[in-house]
């Protein structure tokens, strides 16, 4: 085993032990490192740690430069932090990021958005699937259940569709109708659920799912084989119903997100509140919904713009 290979071992460790990352993120880690050793072994590169200079780090750019941005910058950062934790724990005298400048230009991409009335067609065909099936044994009436259920909790919450996957029955609190989430690098942030008909269908979810759930390690979302929902199975919930529901748009989990965040502002609540709701960490990142949200601002413009208050004759 070559000494990259067992540092890199070490820096896992440190991530998932002393900084308590994600699952997700030491995936995407380890994944960025090994392709990283990768390019040193088709380069017949030293793979001794200290070896590494900024002439190799330029040429592994280069290899990536075909990458989408974002991606680039994630497999950056990750060997930022695996370095920085080289020269913390001395391993190496000088880190080859040291006094780099790397720029990566990112396009901003305004997030898609739903209108109201698409929401309502998404929500109008999961119940009336969920009233076909009248017998509430079988199969059908169960999977058109927990799918109102999935949609439910995405445009409630506006949480991320990792967040409604993980859910426990322990995070759901039917009388309060308060939801724990749990975000990004273990942030917990509470939303209520004050829709009556929700925490209602919730309920019904639960007490037909009961068994399940325990059986599924109390996660919340269960699949048709008896365990956690994954992510990828609500992405594909989402799919099917917003193409039967005719939605010309391609409608994913994080459209709810968005979609959310943009009614909110159309109803005048403070970004700030729609900064604690999403769980974003810097309102910058929330603040994007504001250029977004183009029937505000239209509104904004037609009854507040000072032009009105004068007129020009000829």
Aim: aromatic share 10%.
């Amino acid at each position: 085993m070559s000494i990259i290979q067992n540092s890199t071992k070490e820096f896992i460790n440190h991530c998932k032990y002393e900084k308590n990352l994600s699952e997700k993120t030491i995936k995407a880690y380890s994944i960025d490192i090994r392709q990283f050793m990768e390019f040193l072994i088709e380069k017949n590169y030293s793979l001794e740690i200290e070896n590494i200079t900024k002439a190799e780090i330029r040429e592994y750019l280069e290899v990536i430069s075909c990458l989408k941005p974002k991606t680039i910058k994630r497999k950056i950062a990750t060997m930022k932090a695996m370095f920085n934790f080289y020269e913390f724990e001395d391993k190496i005298l000088v880190n080859p990021f040291r006094k780099m400048r790397i720029k990566i230009q990112e396009p901003k991409r305004l997030p898609k958005v739903m209108e109201i009335r698409d929401v309502n067609a998404i929500f109008k065909l999961a119940y009336n699937k969920n009233i076909s099936c009248k017998d509430s044994t079988t199969y059908s009436y169960l999977e058109t259940l927990r799918n109102v259920v999935v949609i439910e909790l995405l445009f409630a919450t506006g949480a991320r569709v990792s967040e409604i996957a993980n859910l426990k029955k322990e995070d759901i609190d039917f009388y309060s109708g308060s939801v724990s989430i749990k975000g990004k690098g273990d942030k917990e942030r509470n939303i209520q659920i004050c829709n009556k008909e929700t925490i209602k269908i919730l309920k019904e979810y639960y007490k037909l799912f009961k068994t399940k759930i325990k059986n599924a390690g109390d996660y919340f979302l269960v699949n048709r084989l008896g365990s956690k929902l994954s992510d990828q199975s609500i992405r594909g919930i989402v799919k099917e119903l917003s193409k039967k529901a005719k939605i010309q748009k391609q409608i994913t989990p994080h459209v709810f997100r968005h979609t959310l965040a943009t009614l909110l502002l159309e109803k005048d609540v403070d970004i700030k509140y729609i900064q604690s709701i999403l769980g974003h960490s810097s309102i910058m990142t929330t603040q994007i919904y504001t250029h977004v949200n183009r029937k505000k601002q239209r509104q904004i413009l037609t009854t507040k713009h000072p032009r009105k208050d004068f007129s020009m004759q000829f």
